[in-house]
């Protein structure tokens, strides 16, 4: 036991040392928030230029555009003109941006004209004048019910059980704890499973495992290793998750809506019940793969089709959002290497049935032990082979032996 | 000799089964996730006509306030059944008669507040949210079926005309997001993935020889920068052959999925296609012999990894802002994007196949980018002597920065 912890705290020791590792546990998350400030940055900069319209409906009154409640269609000037000519020739001057054309017997006749200086109309401009629309149409009723038909109904979707209740409006934010988990915690295994394969190949590569294998036996050798890699990834996982506690625990203090998020306790339970053996799973491939190739670079390329097989529900997350029930989602969740990443993914968009969480995990715990009981197995057999593959026939007759008793 | 080096790398690259795996692969890779997109894009929320003939089991609702007296014209019982009581609703949907059902507050008016029981919980599925009932409720509180439809959709189709091409209309935008943009996508990508994986095959060509030790007999007979011109040259054509692959796969695909395929009703104009030339040429060259000098300064190929993705950031950034260049194609960050010589050959070409440029911006970044291009090869071409190409120290900053700093003193 004590040799397998001292080969544990050496592979932990030799990664964790690494400027690579440094700069992809602190790079990634800021990356992440470099990436998201940007794009709000983007969103909110940029002033929408002016909108011009030629409304012969009199719809659109000289008081209708100051009872807008749309924040973003409030900050934009509109501008009236008399006839189409007159406002062409404004925005032929670069007075407005875009002009709108009102048909004479709007709301009967919807089918409205745009004229733009180039290019196609900005989708700021045309919210922004549907919300001007809305308030023409709401002005001609009551204070009370004109802003009640202004603003669509905020809808609350609530689950037949009652076990669930989201705020349609504010839906994204549930959507975008279980994503943004799954995806930093399958970054996080890909990466620190890439550190395994290449812990089991060096010393394949340089020899060195001759020597160590006269006073380590290869199941303290593969265990060691894993346990030193999982290390790492439960240090990447700790440092990530404490940033994104502190982002919330900032955020909440000005963004209302985080405030009012409730700790996803179940999804955690869900997350740690799914990752463990996912990993585990992932570790004990990469094992496999080093062992059975004679060098790093040639298991690479494997490793890659590998890591594929476990992003897969990336692919596929608008089919999973729009259906979250269907048979893909369903196939998906019960595949043992994407059930982990489907599993989150559904969280948000429905409740996954109790069956198919059971079934999901016993499936994946399942072949997680299959490959985990292989995994020193097969490193045995090929930890001394130089020069050449494992063949898949090999590593089954290793198997088989195996099985016969472990003499490991 | 240089031409023996050039036909050597060409052919054992072409020969190699990973490249024509990853040459095959991208484009359907890519293809599927288009494929996705697009249909995904399909699945924005229905419109109002559409919500007006819902399939499947209909939604009901349950009024507390009595605020909707009457169902306005196409919407009938059958398609929102209505029920006196939450229980009686909960009833019908534990038997299958409905989907789910809202229910509207007695004081709706004031609050704005409905709540959807779902039997199946979907919060994120399109049309979850969908306008039926928010067409219901306008009409209740309007009485005029034309206004309650304009609430619910103010502007279903606007017929867009642009000045600067009176004549030909610029395309009616639908209530989507607008027409998805295939071509500055497609230029973006290729010229991403053309650029890094050349120049990945270049690097490691270097550091392979420098790993298994031939580039000590290569340099009895060949001088260093006749080498680089070699390899260069040659990988070169190897991305050129990527290209044609990939392109020419991707007109037959079109073709065979929209009939004939006209390049200038897709965008692609002469120009287009010679920007896009130049641009890939120079790019290519730049970052090229900046990557072939780095891999005679890594000791193997595994530490060449984390150096190449530095490098090839400029490129990446790119990548990541694609909205911006596509959408906001006049923006700042757009234009910064496109004249920085080293994200130009992605970032202008992309901002050429979305939309109209200024003559003298594609000038400019190309001039810069010639520029850098020209410094780049002369660097590179000191860093790869035979001094850098022989030794197997590892490399670390401070020598990339020595190794830099004599390479410009030297010249």
Redesign the interface.
Known sequence: MTKLLRVARYEYLRFIKRK?LLLAILGVPLLLVL?VL?GVL?ARG?EEPAVGYVDPSGLLGPTVAATIRDDAARATEFRSYASVEAG?AA??GGEIGSL?VVPAD???D????????????S?GA?SA???F??AG??AR?PP??AD??M??????????DG??E?D?AS?FL??LVPFAAGILFTIAAVSSAGYLLQAVSDEKENRTVEILATSVSPFQLVAGKALGVIGIAATQLAVWGLGLVAAFAIGARYIETLARLPVPWSLLGVVLAFFVPAYLLLAAIMICLGAAFPE??QSQ?VVGLVNILFFVPL??V??I?????GPLAVALTLFPTTSFLTVLLRW????VPVWQLALAWVLLAATGAAFVWAAPRIFRAGMLRYGQRLSLAAAWRTLRAGRRGPSA | MTRLIAVFEFRSAVAKR?FWLVTILFPVLIL??SL??T??GD?GAPSLEEALAPSGAPRGYVDEGGLIRELPPGVTADTLPSFATVGEA?AA?GRGEVS?FYIIPAD???????????????????D??GPL??YV??YA??GDV??A???V?????????????EGEP??A?GDG??SFQLVPFAVLFVLFFVITTSGGYLLQSVTREKENRTAEVLLVTVRPRQLMLGKVVGLGGVALVQIAVWVGGGLLVLSEVTGMVDLGELGVSGWLLFWLLAFLLLGYVAYGSILAALGTLVPS??EGG?FMFVVLLPLLVPL??NY?LID?SD?A?ALALSLFPLSAPVAMTTRLAA??VPLWQPVVALAGLALTAYLFVLLGARVFSAGTLLSSESLSWQRLRSAVRTAVRTG
């Not at chain 1, 669509?152 to 037949?160: E, F, G, H, N, S």
């Not at chain 1, 959002?321 to 029930?325: A, L």
């Not at chain 2, 709706?108 to 399109?126: A, I, M, N, R």
């Not at chain 2, 959709?153 to 091409?165: F, I, M, R, W």
Request: proline share 5%.
């Open positions: 690579s990436i940007v983007i940029g062409r925005l032929r709108f709007y709301p009967e919807r089918s409205l004209r745009a004229f733009t200086a180039q290019g196609d109309l989708t045309r004048f549907a919300a629309l809305e149409l709401a009723y009370a019910v009640r038909l603003q669509a109904p905020d809808v609350t979707v609530r689950a037949a076990s669930r989201i349609a839906a549930y959507f790093y670079r390329q692919f596929f608008m089919f959002f729009s259906d979250p029930n948000s968009a429905t409740t | 990973s599927a996730l996705g997109t249909l995904a699945m909960e949907l789910g709706y008016v004031e609050s704005g507040e409905l709540t959807l029981v779902q039997g199946e919980f979907t919060p994120l599925s399109p979850t949210g009932m928010e409720v306008a509180l309007t034309a206004t439809a304009a609430l959709e103010p502007t279903p189709d606007v017929e867009v005309t642009a000045l600067a091409g610029a395309g935008a997001a607008g190929q595994r984390q990541w802002f911006v906001q923006g960050l939309g109209d």
